[in-house]
């Protein structure tokens, strides 16, 4: 596997305030890294990603370029120069609160 | 003479900001700020150069706090935020048969006293209390009061279980007040070291447990500003008030049309004045409408009774509800009061309630408003 290579993490527009930018630079090898070190770099962005258990929010999707990491089979894949990982809010509705 | 009346709107689709002169009568708007959050509560903090904090939920992405100066709504989230305990598992039935939400949100933020310099506490659903002492940037839980030996009693109502009101005694450091769906109201005399439960001599709500203290579904609770001492809560079954910090409670809702209603205001100048929005109760729950009119209730003191306010506001055909954080008073005089309402409505007096106009139409729907003297 080759070494870590810097790639771009795209912040929701709601979570801007929270995250303090709209796009994170990090330097990972993998997929899980990278959303790891984004992490690590600011923890809220965790809080408001993730459940406690560490999987993402239900109506929270993350794009590694433009594939849906849910239609991966794992997070480990190898990245190279220029991807973006970009974390959306799921359009949905219908649901009767 | 005060400058400016802030009124900070919350509503499902983020947050409004209203200005006026101290007369009132001339009204700027400015946002949405914070679009596409759910602003359970914004206030002024006016202890130095005025702030905005904001309570914020999302669908997607969880609950925070939002904080940014008044002159430029440029806000910022916690890096922290208060992170609310999760459901107790014996009430995992009670959450399904009544449709009420889990979420996790934070529900309401209240400044600290002044000299207090960056303190201010969040209550949240499920109920807890947190507090920061770096201006909302950082929240701690208050473990003495979300970890009371009593817990395990606590019971949600049909809205949740949130602590939504914080009251702090401006004259005793030590003492403060939280109210908390469905559980009741409390009081620490200890600086947060220990609460004690205040809710004798309120009636509890059908299916309440019987024996102790806790069991009151307190809606809205207000410490007068000016008496020490002086309580009023709004509660499911009617509006009392307390002379004595809450030991003791009187019914005061004799005279309305209805003992229920979630929103409540106080006249700082005026102590024994508060309003009130009676709301309609019936079949299946549907009690978050008023049944046609739409009336503020105006409290004279003992002996004097109710007096409707409809002065301005809709005469027929408004079914209108207005939620726990709905209402407000600003602390001029004669207080200005203001009423959002789920219909996008706000309503406001600027003659303590004797008469109304529209401050505002078509919002989206309103969860809170509060007023501000800057």
């Given at each position: 596997?080759?070494?870590?290579v810097?790639?771009?993490v795209?912040?929701?527009?709601?979570?801007?305030?929270s995250?303090g930018?709209?796009?994170?630079?990090?330097?990972?090898?993998t997929?899980?890294?990278?959303i790891?070190?984004?992490?690590?770099?600011?923890?809220v962005?965790?809080?408001?990603?993730?459940e406690?258990?560490?999987?993402?929010?239900p109506h929270?999707?993350?794009?590694?370029?433009?594939?849906n990491?849910r239609?991966?089979?794992?997070?480990?894949?190898?990245?190279?120069?220029?991807d973006?990982?970009?974390?959306?809010?799921?359009?949905?509705?219908?649901?009767?609160? | 003479?005060?400058?400016?009346?802030?009124?900070?709107?919350?509503?499902?689709?983020g947050?409004?900001?209203?200005?006026?002169?101290?007369k009132r009568?001339?009204w700027?708007?400015r946002?949405?700020?914070?679009?596409?959050?759910?602003i359970?509560?914004?206030?002024v903090?006016?202890?130095?150069t005025p702030?905005?904090?904001?309570?914020?939920?999302?669908?997607?992405?969880?609950s925070?706090?939002?904080a940014?100066n008044?002159s430029?709504?440029?806000?910022?989230?916690?890096?922290?935020?208060?992170v609310?305990?999760?459901p107790?598992?014996?009430?995992?039935?009670?959450?399904?048969?009544?449709?009420?939400?889990?979420?996790?949100?934070?529900?309401?933020?209240?400044?600290?006293?002044?000299g207090?310099?960056?303190?201010?506490?969040?209550?949240?659903?499920?109920?807890?209390?947190?507090?920061?002492?770096?201006?909302?940037?950082?929240?701690?839980?208050?473990?003495s009061l979300?970890?009371h030996?009593?817990?395990?009693k606590w019971?949600?109502?049909?809205?949740?279980?949130?602590?939504?009101?914080?009251?702090?005694d401006?004259?005793?450091?030590?003492?403060?007040?939280?109210?908390?769906?469905?559980?009741?109201?409390?009081?620490?005399?200890?600086?947060?070291?220990?609460?004690?439960?205040?809710?004798?001599?309120?009636?509890?709500?059908?299916?309440?447990?019987?024996?102790g203290?806790?069991?009151?579904?307190?809606?809205?609770l207000?410490?007068?500003?000016?008496?020490?001492?002086?309580?009023?809560?709004?509660?499911?079954?009617?509006?009392?008030?307390s002379?004595?910090y809450?030991?003791?409670?009187n019914?005061?809702?004799?005279g309305?049309?209805?003992?229920?209603g979630?929103?409540?205001?106080?006249?700082?100048?005026?102590p024994?004045?508060?309003?009130?929005v009676?709301?309609k109760?019936?079949?299946n729950?549907?009690f978050?409408?008023?049944?046609?009119?739409f009336?503020?209730?105006?409290?004279n003191?003992p002996?004097?009774?109710w007096?409707?306010?409809?002065?301005?506001?809709?005469?027929?055909?408004?079914?209108?509800?207005?939620?726990?954080?709905?209402?407000?008073a600003?602390?001029l005089?004669?207080c200005g009061?203001?009423?959002?309402?789920?219909?996008?409505?706000v309503?406001?007096?600027?003659?303590?309630?004797r008469?109304?106009k529209?401050?505002a139409?078509?919002?989206?729907?309103?969860?809170?408003?509060?007023?501000?003297?800057?």
């Amino acid at each position: 596997m080759a070494g870590p290579v810097a790639v771009d993490v795209v912040i929701p527009s709601m979570l801007h305030a929270s995250v303090g930018a709209k796009k994170l630079r990090v330097e990972a090898t993998t997929l899980a890294e990278a959303i790891e070190a984004a992490f690590l770099a600011r923890p809220v962005l965790r809080h408001h990603l993730c459940e406690d258990t560490g999987k993402l929010r239900p109506h929270v999707l993350c794009f590694l370029n433009d594939t849906n990491t849910r239609d991966m089979k794992t997070l480990a894949v190898a990245l190279k120069d220029g991807d973006e990982i970009v974390f959306v809010p799921a359009i949905s509705g219908g649901a009767v609160h | 003479m005060a400058d400016r009346v802030v009124v900070c709107v919350g509503t499902k689709r983020g947050l409004f900001v209203f200005e006026s002169s101290a007369k009132r009568k001339d009204w700027k708007l400015r946002g949405p700020f914070l679009e596409g959050w759910h602003i359970y509560h914004a206030t002024v903090d006016t202890r130095s150069t005025p702030r905005i904090h904001a309570a914020a939920v999302s669908d997607v992405f969880g609950s925070t706090t939002f904080a940014g100066n008044l002159s430029d709504a440029k806000f910022t989230g916690a890096k922290k935020p208060p992170v609310p305990p999760k459901p107790l598992p014996q009430h995992e039935k009670f959450y399904k048969e009544w449709g009420i939400s889990k979420a996790q949100r934070v529900w309401h933020v209240e400044p600290g006293r002044k000299g207090e310099k960056g303190v201010l506490y969040a209550g949240t659903a499920p109920a807890g209390l947190f507090r920061t002492e770096d201006d909302g940037k950082t929240w701690e839980p208050v473990n003495s009061l979300n970890n009371h030996p009593t817990r395990k009693k606590w019971m949600p109502g049909a809205g949740g279980m949130s602590a939504h009101s914080i009251q702090l005694d401006p004259a005793d450091t030590k003492r403060m007040y939280v109210a908390i769906s469905a559980c009741g109201a409390w009081r620490t005399d200890d600086g947060c070291k220990s609460w004690t439960p205040i809710n004798k001599s309120v009636a509890k709500y059908p299916g309440a447990p019987k024996d102790g203290e806790v069991g009151s579904c307190v809606h809205k609770l207000l410490l007068h500003p000016a008496v020490p001492g002086r309580l009023y809560q709004q509660n499911h079954v009617g509006v009392y008030r307390s002379d004595d910090y809450g030991a003791t409670w009187n019914a005061i809702h004799m005279g309305l049309p209805s003992e229920f209603g979630f929103g409540l205001a106080l006249d700082a100048n005026n102590p024994d004045t508060c309003f009130t929005v009676p709301l309609k109760t019936g079949t299946n729950y549907q009690f978050r409408a008023t049944n046609g009119p739409f009336r503020v209730y105006r409290w004279n003191g003992p002996g004097k009774g109710w007096t409707a306010q409809s002065k301005g506001l809709p005469a027929d055909g408004a079914y209108l509800s207005v939620l726990r954080e709905g209402m407000s008073a600003d602390t001029l005089n004669p207080c200005g009061v203001y009423v959002g309402t789920g219909t996008g409505h706000v309503f406001h007096s600027a003659d303590a309630g004797r008469s109304w106009k529209s401050l505002a139409e078509f919002l989206p729907p309103v969860l809170s408003v509060s007023a501000a003297v800057v």
